[in-house]
């Protein structure tokens, strides 16, 4: 019975606001990430890389 | 500032040393107490005195390896890492010194208080108000130090781990807060505000987060600064780690609610929690596959490298236990895998084979750099692998053939239509080999871990006395923007212009602050969404006339039940299934956890379900019972509780126990908390004189058990009142 509730007090809404939120925070990402510079991306990526390279 | 003159940083190395030193010292004593627990499943006798039986060790293990050990480990790679990712040292010395000792301070007082029985029962947040406080300052302490390190930082570019670093940091500060929110009723007692499936949605939100971010996105992060470094290589894509973390951090706030299917929770929070969880399958595994691809043109450096051969491993088993996961989230398969040791070999391939295999390959390859000499043993290393490795697969083999057949067993009927196990001690007697091969497994890879610990400090006394912490030079920051609000209109329009031109890609990055707020945004759309509409419909909760709160005596047995910690082998909450229906009763109610602060659901079934237990035995039984479970169900694994008919009955503070409960909305009138004492000197009584009428002990009065006893009496009975009683009404039909 308590499901049932649940069910009609139209909570579902909430759960497409989650849904849609989701999905222009992916959209958003992956545009991000194709507008990325290959070259941008490497120098990112090999940042771990350099820290001891420096080294005296 | 435009020309890249270079700047000297010295590392501080010496904090990384001591985390990396408390990792290893916690995960010994935290892996040792695991290896005493499987031992007491297998062979009860191992439950020795008062304060070392299962369900109050139980807590000590889970928070050791998690906050302990993964913890330590954690701060060590966040130390280590963050100050070269950011080319700076850690913002402030003293911050770090009393992060690092605040934390050892919490992890003592846990190990102190949990053994003792303090504690909200909660998983995972087990610890009681004073600590929880300690542990909110304490991470505010490190969250200060490490986001003013990352305002010094002399490296634009925010790396990926950092991003990690950042959402593991508030999110675990938010989990943790509201979680814990409880009113104190003494010193070390206090009880949640939220009550049956509202605490119960709220701790399965914390829970499962806390898996996600403290358990997988710091390891993620580790992952990719030590991973990289180990193999000499960067990163296979880096690209695909940005949609890895931003779908991660996004996908697991909301998968919490699959731990409670079937469970009094509506229906759209756990298929929620269903379909984010298959979702999160994704990221996850474009996580290992980064992981694992990194290794390109590398594998053969695994044959005589421990360090590689632990990541590789780890990020395996990251990759199983994500897959299984989300297939354990759907609901046919929980409905099989829920409450048995299925559960418990999925966390142990993630926290064995994952955590574990992860942080030892971190430090392996740490301890050369920050003692700068060789390892002690390679050999001794590699050895630790490989016996880590046979312990993980006899462990979680064990324990997913445990799982299933008591799956299987517990809803078999036979050809009559009845249960074909109805008594449930007969499934826990075929799962006793098992429960041995675990211990084996777990010795195992115990060890395991001690070879490691050995080599550490053998490692460590080889070490050139003097340790000077590493210095390096570093191009100046050239990138910060130089924005200044000065009396002159067109100079600050001049650097703001100059501040954006630097590239619209990297504006995120060059803002620590805006970043910071969109991962905190990102989860709390989640959260909001999970458990906002859960609280505000809390008036449609439908109350069950018939449901009272407890009296005065069954609250004090209720708090020993917590103490003793048995929701950590019995649940409270029978699903509508047909045959826990026909095993326990009928299904549990939401309306039956109002007055339930904390709930107590559980969420392992070592033990049958109590949440109908009621009037089952007669109170002689549970007497005779609670002193030798074997005295009345001789294969039973449970441990004995002697104490609790010596231990003298505390009813000192029941007057405040029922004042605080009803504070957070429990209908007791003033009279009922004024005559607490009274009433339940005179339940006792009661209780008491019925063990002796049944042929029982005399002298219980003022004991223990008898509080226990009126509780377990009293579970799940007052919706059968209703059948009696024509004032009773399940509402909301």
Redesign the interface.
């Known amino acids: 019975?308590?499901?049932?509730?649940?069910?009609t007090?139209g909570?579902?809404m909430?759960?497409e606001?989650?849904l849609v939120?989701?999905c222009v925070?992916?959209g958003a990402?992956?545009a991000?990430?194709l507008?990325?510079?290959p070259k941008?991306?490497?120098?990112?990526?090999?940042?771990?890389?350099e820290?001891?390279e420096?080294?005296? | 500032m435009t020309t890249t003159s270079m700047q000297t940083v010295r590392y501080d190395d010496r904090i990384v040393r001591w985390f990396v030193c408390a990792t290893v010292l916690w995960g010994i004593v935290g892996m040792l107490v695991g290896v005493i627990l499987a031992l007491q499943m297998a062979w009860p006798a191992a439950n020795i005195g008062e304060y070392l039986t299962f369900g109050r060790l139980r807590p000590l293990h889970t928070n050791a390896v998690i906050f302990a050990f993964a913890g330590n480990a954690i701060f060590a790679a966040v130390y280590y890492?963050t100050q070269?990712?950011l080319?700076t040292r850690m913002a402030h010395g003293a911050l770090s010194w009393t992060h690092f000792w605040g934390w050892q301070a919490i992890i003592v007082s846990a190990a102190i208080t949990l053994p003792l029985g303090l504690t909200q029962s909660k998983e995972y947040a087990e610890l009681e108000w004073p600590i929880d406080i300690a542990i909110a300052v304490v991470w505010v302490v490190f969250a200060v130090n490490f986001f003013w390190t990352l305002k010094k930082r002399r490296?634009k570019?925010i790396?990926?781990?950092i991003w990690f670093y950042i959402a593991t940091i508030v999110t675990v500060a938010i989990l943790h807060i509201v979680n814990s929110l409880a009113i104190p009723a003494g010193l070390f007692k206090s009880y949640s505000v939220f009550a049956g499936s509202h605490d119960a949605l709220i701790q399965w939100w914390y829970g499962h987060n806390a898996v996600a971010f403290f358990l997988t996105t710091p390891f993620l992060g580790l992952m990719?600064?030590f991973l990289?470094?180990a193999a000499?290589?960067?990163?296979f894509?880096?690209?695909l780690s940005?949609?890895h973390f931003?779908?991660l951090v996004?996908?697991y706030i909301?998968a919490g609610p699959h731990h409670l299917h079937y469970t009094?929770l509506?229906?759209?929070?756990t298929?929620?929690g269903m379909v984010f969880s298959v979702m999160l399958w994704m990221p996850s595994w474009g996580g290992m596959i980064n992981g694992l691809f990194t290794l390109r043109g590398a594998w053969h450096k695994l044959r005589d490298d421990a360090v590689l051969k632990f990541f590789v491993v780890g990020i395996t088993f990251y990759g199983m236990s994500t897959f299984e996961g989300p297939m354990m989230s759907i609901k046919s398969v929980n409905a099989l895998s829920h409450y048995t040791d299925w559960t418990i070999a999925h966390v142990h391939s993630g926290a064995l084979g994952w955590n574990g295999f992860i942080a030892f390959g971190m430090i392996y390859w740490l301890l050369p750099k920050l003692w700068k000499t060789e390892i002690w043993s390679k050999g001794m290393a590699n050895l630790h692998f490989w016996i880590g490795t046979i312990g993980i697969l006899l462990y979680i083999v064990a324990m997913y053939s445990a799982g299933v057949t008591q799956g299987l067993m517990w809803r078999a009927f036979d050809e009559t239509g009845r249960l074909a196990y109805p008594d449930f001690v007969e499934t826990v007697v075929q799962l006793v080999p098992m429960y041995w091969v675990r211990v084996l497994g777990g010795c195992l890879y115990f060890i395991g871990v001690l070879l490691g610990g050995v080599n550490m400090v053998m490692t460590v006394l080889k070490s050139p006395g003097r340790l000077e912490d590493?210095?390096?030079?570093?191009p100046a920051p050239d990138w910060k923007p130089d924005v200044r609000i000065s009396s002159n209109i067109d100079d600050t329009l001049n650097s703001l212009e100059a501040a954006t031109k630097s590239g619209r890609?990297?504006l995120?990055e060059g803002w620590p602050l805006v970043f910071t707020v969109l991962t905190v945004a990102?989860i709390s759309?989640?959260s909001v969404?999970?458990i906002?509409?859960m609280l505000l419909?809390r008036s449609?909760?439908?109350t069950i006339r018939s449901v009272t709160p407890y009296t005065a005596l069954e609250l004090e047995g209720r708090d020993l039940y917590i103490r003793e910690g048995c929701v950590g082998c019995h649940s409270q909450m029978i699903r509508p299934f047909r045959d826990e229906i026909e095993r326990y009763g009928e299904y549990s109610?939401?309306?039956e956890g109002v007055y339930e602060h904390p709930f107590l659901w559980g969420s392992k079934r070592t033990g049958p379900d109590l949440a109908r237990l009621g009037t089952k035995y007669p109170h002689l039984w549970h007497v005779r019972h609670m002193e030798d479970p074997r005295s009345t169900t001789p294969p039973s694994l449970m441990p004995a509780y002697p104490h609790l008919l010596s231990n003298t009955l505390d009813l000192g503070s029941t007057q405040t126990k029922l004042d605080r409960m009803a504070m957070l909305g429990v209908p007791y009138s003033i009279e009922e908390i004024n005559d607490a004492e009274a009433t339940a000197r005179a339940q006792a009584n009661e209780i008491a004189d019925e063990v002796v009428a049944q042929g029982g002990p005399d002298g219980l009065a003022d004991k223990e058990i008898v509080a226990l006893v009126a509780y377990l009496q009293r579970l799940g009975t007052d919706i059968k009142k209703r059948e009696g009683g024509a004032s009773a009404d399940?509402?909301?039909?």
């Open positions: 019975m308590f499901r049932e509730l649940m069910q007090a909570l579902q909430w759960a606001i989650g939120a989701f925070a992916f990402v992956v991000y990430v507008h990325m510079t941008e991306a490497s120098d990112a990526a090999r940042i771990p890389l820290d001891e420096v080294t005296r | 890492s070269r990712l080319k490296e570019h790396y990926v781990a990719y600064y990289p470094k000499n290589r960067p990163v894509s880096y690209k940005i949609v931003w779908s996004f996908l909301w009094a509506p229906e759209w929070a298929t929620l590493t210095e390096v030079q570093v890609h990297r995120l990102g759309i989640g969404v999970e906002v509409p419909v449609n909760v439908p109610k939401p309306g399940l509402g909301g039909q």
